[in-house]
């Protein structure tokens, strides 16, 4: 059986647990705590984690969903076991039982709402963030049979997309907020794509060179230098391109958090796991890159 906690997640149990509908299809819904009223002209501060995990258990406790996430900071809180309904949704009385519509109703609140600011930079959409840990929150959520799948489309905007009561009930996969029958609401307004998965590696030979590492120093987000370059051209040579601004993937020299998600996906495809696969250059990575093929 999946793990009713999430691994790696604060555990606080808020109790009052209640059995989801095990009918109907197994569904994620995606949700932004929007704490603060932003704009592009008027940026504020992100709201740290601890602060909307006081709320969450505090006056906001009826409102709770499964898991909090932080985005920036990768930190994960968890206020129900996966099983039981969590409250974030609206439920009205003789409605379809939203909060609790599937074999599971997984329900997490990405701390994040437009236009913050973090380490000197403004983000209009969760999807700009670094999404950090994002990875181990999909993997958790598949692992109770939610597809990697959005029935009604990702979310682009904040704006409503009310899906069909039959597709909420009968498909099973993630909803946004915005999505969601008997809400109103128009959250998340993005999300991050779904990690690519790739086939497991298979044993190639390896050959006994590769140019000599230049350092971990050179592979720190936002660094500039022709080794960056080169980790991009061996990305583009193996294929890990998928993650870009819109424009294709580029070679150098700027070390971007599309580079650091690149690489995370080759280490991911070498098999190596945690720390292994955070999408940071080491020695192993370095060598890796340049001796194998695919």
């Not at 060598?287 to 194998?292: E, M, P």
């Amino acid at each position: 059986m999946p793990e009713l906690w999430m691994p790696g997640a604060k555990k606080i149990d808020l109790g009052d647990h209640a059995p989801c509908e095990s009918q109907y299809a197994a569904k994620a819904i995606a949700h932004i705590t929007a704490d603060e009223m932003a704009t592009a002209a008027a940026p504020k501060p992100w709201v740290p984690h601890n602060r909307l995990e006081g709320w969450f258990t505090g006056s906001g406790k009826d409102a709770a969903p499964h898991i909090l996430w932080s985005p920036f900071t990768g930190q994960f809180t968890q206020f129900m076991p996966a099983d039981s309904r969590s409250k974030s949704l609206r439920d009205l009385s003789g409605g379809i039982r939203t909060n609790r519509a599937g074999k599971v109703v997984i329900q997490i609140e990405a701390v994040f709402f437009p236009y913050c600011t973090y380490g000197g930079q403004v983000f209009a959409r969760l999807k700009d963030t670094p999404c950090k840990n994002w990875h181990l929150l999909e993997d958790w959520i598949a692992s109770w049979g939610v597809p990697r799948t959005w029935p009604g489309g990702i979310p682009t905007a904040l704006s409503r997309d009310t899906v069909s009561t039959t597709t909420f009930l009968e498909k099973a996969g993630w909803f946004g907020h915005s999505q969601v029958p008997e809400n109103d609401h128009v959250d998340p307004g993005s999300w991050p794509n779904f990690i690519p998965t790739v086939p497991k590696p298979t044993p190639v030979p390896k050959p006994t060179t590769a140019p000599p590492f230049p350092g971990v120093d050179f592979f720190k987000l936002g660094s500039r230098n022709k080794y960056v370059t080169e980790v991009d051209k061996q990305l583009i040579r193996l294929g890990f391109t998928t993650y870009h601004d819109g424009n294709g993937y580029q070679a150098g020299p700027y070390y971007s958090e599309f580079t650091r998600r690149n690489v995370a996906a080759f280490q991911r495809y070498r098999g190596w796991t945690g720390s292994g696969a955070d999408g940071y250059v080491g020695p192993r990575t370095w060598h890796d890159l340049h001796t194998v093929s695919r």
